[in-house]
């Protein structure tokens, strides 16, 4: 754990650094030395001589001008009970509230996503209308094929005419007269009219991009609905992508409710097809006249013990009476369970740190078994956990060592 302590120590380095900085950019902003300097503007000087991007300097900017004018700022910057993004975030609203001080003293502590609801509370807007609106959009660009598959030879195999490697590749070949030939020379008799009426099929193709039609949805939402939404979100995190998107999941819970709730017809016409006279397939009337097939263990087919008319048992081909064979142990953990340990666990990671940090985890999340299934372990919640992937696999090295990673693994928590 010496790197986390390393990158504690640099983390307050640069606290202190950055608000260093914010007190001598007010110096030079009251002073108005950037403009001795040369400068339109602070942010000017950030950007420009500071080496800032514009998303930095705009948020020192906002926090600048904030301290300038509020200096008790500059303290909650220090004692980190403030940071520049949360100041970028109120540095509009600061100019149309009545109250400034008290707007910077209620976001005293508070985290961005609490700061964010305190100015829209300060900012109330109408209820958006909902919307549904039919666009067409473009598809995203496809990779060109390649416009002539040659042989080993060179020639090529494709069979395309000269008109048809013209319109596809868009560019002409060498003409001799009325007649344009082939790349192994040979003429096939394309007139230079067709081969320009090509050009300008393929060039008009190439301009009109491939569109699909699609609707647009615009509505709002409660916090408490958009809480749930996030909860649902984070279930679907375990089959879908963690960077999947609204549309995604919007697609996967209309597809699970469809499943869910849509009436079908197949047990019915199921049930009509044995009343017309459908007969068993045959190799399930087979299977259930003569037994199934077994398998030794080498892998050859023997034929299973079937009873005989007296009550004697026959042997198999090999020359022994059938014998129960003992059931692998699967993997399969009983949904009652696994609902009881995302509910004690509260769908979230599990992992906590010898410091007493929990993971925040709330996607990609697994059961994990405390005393591995491989060694033993069983399926009782007492001996299961909710953990997310990361530390799902972290847990398997830490037990069975590092394995090859695949590409399609993510390192993410």
Not at 93 to 118: A, C, H, N, Y
């Amino acid at each position: 754990m010496r790197i986390i302590e390393k990158l504690e120590s640099l983390r307050r380095r640069e606290h202190s650094a950055t608000v260093e900085l914010i007190a001598a950019l007010v110096e030079c902003y009251t002073s108005k030395t950037y403009l001795d300097a040369g400068y339109e503007s602070i942010w000017d000087l950030l950007v420009r001589r500071l080496d800032y991007s514009f998303a930095a300097a705009s948020r020192r900017n906002a926090a600048t001008k904030i301290v300038a004018r509020y200096p008790f700022v500059l303290e909650m910057l220090r004692s980190q009970r403030t940071s520049l993004t949360v100041l970028a975030k109120v540095v509009g609203p600061l100019g149309s509230t009545s109250d400034p001080v008290g707007l910077l003293k209620s976001i005293d502590g508070k985290s961005q996503r609490e700061v964010e609801r305190i100015v829209a509370l300060g900012r109330p807007v109408a209820k958006p209308v909902e919307r549904v609106r039919r666009q067409v959009v473009r598809k995203p660009a496809a990779k060109p094929a390649p416009l002539l598959d040659c042989g080993a030879d060179g020639s090529s195999g494709g069979g395309a005419s000269g008109a048809e490697v013209v319109a596809a590749s868009g560019v002409g070949l060498a003409t001799s007269g009325a007649e344009v030939a082939t790349v192994d020379g040979t003429g096939f008799g394309t007139s230079a009219a067709e081969v320009g009426a090509a050009r300008t099929s393929a060039a008009e193709a190439a301009a009109a991009p491939e569109t699909e039609e699609r609707v647009s949805l615009s509505f709002s939402l409660t916090a408490e609905d958009y809480e749930s939404f996030e909860q649902a979100k984070a279930i679907l995190a375990r089959k879908l992508p963690a960077d999947m998107s609204i549309e995604d999941a919007f697609n996967e819970l209309v597809a699970f409710y469809l499943t869910k709730k849509k009436p079908t017809r197949t047990s019915k016409s199921t049930g009509r097809k044995k009343a017309a006279g459908g007969t068993e397939h045959p190799r399930s009337a087979e299977t259930s006249a003569h037994g199934r097939a077994g398998r030794t263990s080498t892998g050859t087919e023997v034929e299973s013990a079937t009873g005989t008319a007296d009550g004697t048992e026959t042997a198999n081909a090999t020359g022994t009476a059938n014998r129960p064979r003992s059931e692998p142990r699967s993997r399969h953990i009983p949904a009652n369970t696994r609902a009881a340990v995302f509910d004690r666990d509260a769908h979230r990671c599990s992992y906590v740190a010898a410091d007493g940090t929990r993971c925040n985890a709330t996607r990609n999340l697994e059961i994990d078994h405390v005393e591995p299934f491989a060694l033993g372990g069983s399926h009782e919640a007492e001996n299961l956990r909710v953990l997310c992937a990361a530390h799902n696999r972290r847990a398997a090295e830490r037990v069975f060592g590092t394995r090859p990673r695949w590409k399609s693994q993510r390192d993410r928590c």
